[in-house]
């Protein structure tokens, strides 16, 4: 079940897309404290970052969207 | 586990709704944590400004971040399997598959049985060997060293395989110290599959079955006999999907 619902993520056609090459040392470095946050999910519940905490860590999957 | 983008709540809902996903997708409609995990776009623009750079970071129990993947081109993404398989390869899930070969026993194993253009996975070979038996480990001078090859092909990168660390063995009865593998051990590979626009055309409304190759050649040892090289001819399906072209009902969408 984790690999279909995280691999519907990775289906999305990309219309439209600036062509910057990513770097892969994109983003927050590896050793720095993960920024808190609370959002609003899918099924309109706030998740705050603590909530996600679990005894194995937390993965965060940052995709371009949903839409397109 | 949580995805985040820009999206607003009702566009990740039907997209949830659509492919039945049941973890959080987080909307960050004005990019804020976005920004703060420092993966924002700078040069989108339109209705793709705020979007995210794509990719993940593990951050492990106590709020540190361990470990990040984001690849060099945004077509290129690693896998949620690929990723799990190498954070928590205990609860990697994969399919797996056993080959015939001589003086060792070896299972194949790949993380996703079915992925889109540009995915990266990993393949894996799994060797056993058995007790007092060796192979040669990469390094060795004058015998021919474990190696696990994938064969080019116009629909993938290769990654240069992974070898796990060798143990020296010192060999009494030709007074050498030589970097070998014993017992059980695993060597992994991993490619990016083709994200060009044939490649991605080519696959129609349904997807087709690629079939990656590649070979594991190695010399086997024991106490007393050095057994000829051998060559196990290798393969791995993969299922290749289409890109998911649906939008968001339009009163939704991103303008």
């Known amino acids: 079940m984790f690999s279909l619902c995280l691999f519907a993520i990775g289906c999305r056609s990309d219309k439209s897309s600036p ?42 999957l940052f995709f371009r969207s949903a839409d397109w | 586990m949580a995805a985040i983008s820009y999206d607003s709540p009702a566009i990740l ?82 399919v797996s598959q056993k080959v015939e070969g001589p003086h060792l026993g070896l299972t194949l194993g790949q993380s996703d049985r079915a992925v889109v253009p540009g995915s990266r996975l990993s393949l894996v070979a799994k060797i056993e060997l058995p007790q007092d038996v060796h192979v040669y480990a990469p390094g060795v001078k004058g015998y021919k060293p474990i190696q696990l090859e994938i064969a080019p092909s116009p629909d993938l990168e290769l990654i240069p395989p992974v070898y796990p660390p060798s143990k020296v063995l010192y060999l009494d009865a030709i007074k050498e110290q030589v970097p070998v593998f014993e017992g059980r051990f695993r060597i992994t590979s991993e490619v990016k599959m083709s994200a060009t626009p044939d490649f991605v055309k080519s696959l129609g409304a349904d997807g087709k079955t690629i079939t990656i190759a590649g070979q ?27 890109l998911d072209r649906q ?9």
């Open chain 1, 19 to 60: 062509s910057l090459v990513v770097s892969p040392l994109t983003g927050s470095s590896v050793g720095q404290k993960m920024a808190p946050f609370t959002a609003r999910d899918q099924f309109g519940k706030d998740v705050s970052s603590d909530t996600l905490k679990g005894t194995s860590g937390t993965v965060l």
């Open chain 2, 13 to 94: 809902k039907d997209f949830a709704d659509r492919h039945k996903i049941e973890f959080p997708l987080l909307a960050d409609p004005q990019s804020k944590i976005i920004a703060s995990y420092g993966v924002l776009n700078p040069e989108a623009t339109g209705m793709t400004k705020g979007m995210a750079l794509p990719g993940y970071f593990y951050i492990d129990a106590n709020g540190l971040i361990r470990e990040k993947y984001f690849e060099a081109k945004y077509t290129d993404r690693f896998t949620a399997n690929n990723v799990m398989a190498k954070l928590l390869p205990e609860l990697a899930e994969g």
């Open chain 2, 216 to 242: 594991l050649r190695y010399q086997a040892c024991d106490k007393t006999t050095c057994y000829l090289p051998a060559s196990i001819p290798l393969t791995w399906q993969l299922q290749m999907l289409p």
């Open chain 2, 247 to 255: 939008r968001s009902p339009e009163a939704i969408q991103h303008k």
